[in-house]
């Protein structure tokens, strides 16, 4: 067995490892220090007690075999090693000189004066104190800054400009100088198809004469918000400071403070039509006190139906200024839309993210379902995350020297395919047939939900129809003519587009499966204004089965 132990055994005590290091340590020329002295080079580890009759700081090495010799090396014969594992106790040692005052070398695995028996003859770079710095190598995510400043921009909020609505931006701006900063009452109703601007441009129009308004009160109210049509008259008196009195008691007092001395007082009133009632008892009431002598109420009322008024205050006529002023706001064209998306678009510094082609193809489809700004904007937004999603999910290692990200603006555009997955999603694979061009009135879907409404009047013998049972017949004949059919929830949409137009009358119920719908033209002007005979003809022709 003794001759299994290496020859050079009997050279590698530590007590020599231990003097050798110390020498090492003190600069050349000068003594050793003296043994009761601290050494400085020495304060770093931590000394066990001295044994009694001896005068040096450390215990005699106990003998081992040739694997665990080198204590050192592993810390098994440092005296009170610290109780804390290597990751803790790297970070205690962090810049401390352990052994021979290299800075290079980790705590764990500290060097030795020379080679060791296991590892003769394998030196590394670290171990000899040659520090080289490696090559940096780490792991970059695209991150595509240029997707959230696109989906910034399409933001459906009010923006600065709004395109091809500034003529009724003129007349929204002119009625309000002439009625709210010339104190005299008036009242004036906007009406169009969702998403048309209504809302936005009398938000730029308030916003831009704010400083005109400053001697008024303004009062803007979303009747969506309130539980009944007759909710309306309390909320405006909270706001003018009033107490809160139900019934006719609180109308007759908002009614008393509006006919006396004090600023003018701008009402919005946003989606009016939820103020529709049996007897039209509210919206009689409010369009005839700007009507009243010493009023200093200014009324503006949005909603969807362009008849309104006609339909449902029809009272107001009669007398000389019943009526209010009319402005109607007509669904966006395609070439509107593409102009809207584009200055939006542009916003964004350097490439572009939508593809030319995908932004016309969004313009198109939406134009020819509805003319809706929002729905297009919409598009656009949910097509940019969609490549956005893409772009994050492919990760790229690639060495950074510099630890620079590598530049690209625009890592993945936005193609026809990306917004045409997403307007299948919004619309559903309705809008493969599309519109046929601008020069058509209707677009294909709401020509087949006129034919439908035909159809089922001719069927039942009665104008008016329910909306369950007109989605039914539309659902029919489309699989009959081989069309993909809307939801209920979107035939609702197309009605209220075209009642905009004039074309059809929605009563609204408490459930939607039950409004009354009915045309407001003849039968025949119907089929001359959808310009196509042969697909009118032929769902006629078939009839219901």
């Known amino acids: 067995m003794a001759s299994s132990s290496p020859q050079h055994q009997s050279t590698i005590g530590f007590p020599r490892r231990r003097s050798a290091r110390r020498l090492a340590a003190a600069p050349p020329g000068k003594s050793s220090p003296d043994p009761g002295s601290p050494d400085p080079t020495a304060l770093r580890l ?3 007690p001295r044994a009694p009759g001896t005068g040096s700081a450390w215990t005699k090495a106990l003998p081992l075999s040739p694997c665990k010799r ?5 810390l098994c014969n440092v005296p009170h090693a610290l109780p804390s594992s290597p990751a803790k106790r790297s970070k205690e040692n962090q810049g401390r000189r352990l052994l021979f005052g290299d800075p290079l070398t980790s705590p764990e695995k500290p060097s030795s004066p020379g080679p060791s028996p296991r590892h003769r003859g394998q030196e590394t770079p670290r171990s000899l104190g040659l520090g080289r710095q490696p090559a940096r190598t780490r792991l970059f995510r695209q991150e595509g800054t240029c997707y959230q400043q696109a989906k910034r921009v399409l933001h459906a909020a009010v923006p600065d400009r709004l395109y091809a609505r500034e003529k009724e931006t003129g007349v929204i ?8 900063c010339g104190r005299q009452p008036g009242s004036l109703y906007v009406s169009g198809a969702p998403g048309t601007g209504k809302t936005a441009c009398l938000s730029r129009v308030l916003l831009d004469c704010k400083d ?8 803007i109210l979303n009747c969506m918000s309130l539980s009944s049509p007759q909710g309306v008259f309390p909320a405006v008196a909270q706001q003018l400071g009033l107490p809160t009195a139900a019934g006719r008691e609180g109308v007759r007092r908002l009614e008393k403070q509006l006919m006396a001395q004090g600023p003018m007082v701008l009402l919005v009133l946003d989606e009016l039509d939820q103020l529709e009632s049996k007897g039209q008892d509210v919206l009689y009431t409010l369009f005839e006190w700007p009507q009243l002598p010493g009023s200093r109420l200014v009324l503006v009322g949005l909603a969807n139906a362009l008849d309104l008024t006609d339909r449902s205050l029809a009272r107001l006529g009669a007398r000389p200024a019943g009526s209010p002023r009319l402005l109607h706001f007509p669904p966006y064209t395609r070439e509107q839309l593409t102009a809207i998306l584009q200055e939006r678009l542009g916003q964004v510094a350097g490439d572009p993210v939508l593809d030319a082609a995908a932004l016309q193809f969004c313009a198109r489809k939406v134009s020819a379902v509805s003319g809706d700004a929002r729905k297009a904007l919409d598009v656009c937004r949910r097509a940019v995350e969609v490549v956005e999603l893409e772009v994050r999910s492919q990760t790229l290692l690639k060495p950074l020297p510099g630890g620079d990200s590598p530049a690209s603006p625009v890592p ?19 809008l493969a047939g599309g519109g046929r061009g601008a020069q058509d009135a209707f677009p294909l879907q709401q020509k087949v939900l006129l ?13 008016e129809v329910t909306l369950g049972k007109l989605h039914d017949t539309y659902s029919q004949v489309c699989r009959r003519q081989q069309l993909p ?4 929830a979107e035939c609702l949409s197309l009605i209220t587009l075209l009642e905009s137009r004039g074309v059809l009358e929605l009563k609204k119920a408490k459930e939607a499966r039950l409004a009354k719908v009915s045309l407001k033209m003849e039968a025949a002007a119907v089929e001359h204004a959808l310009q196509d005979a042969a697909l009118v003809g032929s769902i006629l022709a078939q009839g219901l089965r």
């Open 173 to 180: 701006r002119q009625f309000l100088r002439e009625h709210v």
């Open 70 to 74: 080198l204590g050192d090396d592993n």
């Open 412 to 430: 993945k555009r936005v193609g026809l395919l990306h917004v045409s997955r997403v307007i299948s999603e919004v619309f559903g694979d309705r």
């Open 485 to 488: 059919a809307v939801d209920q």
């Open 212 to 219: 005109e308004l400053a001697g008024s009160k303004t009062i």
């Open 46 to 48: 931590s000394p066990c």
């Open 451 to 463: 034919c439908s409404l035909l159809l089922l009047a001719r069927h039942l013998r009665t104008p």
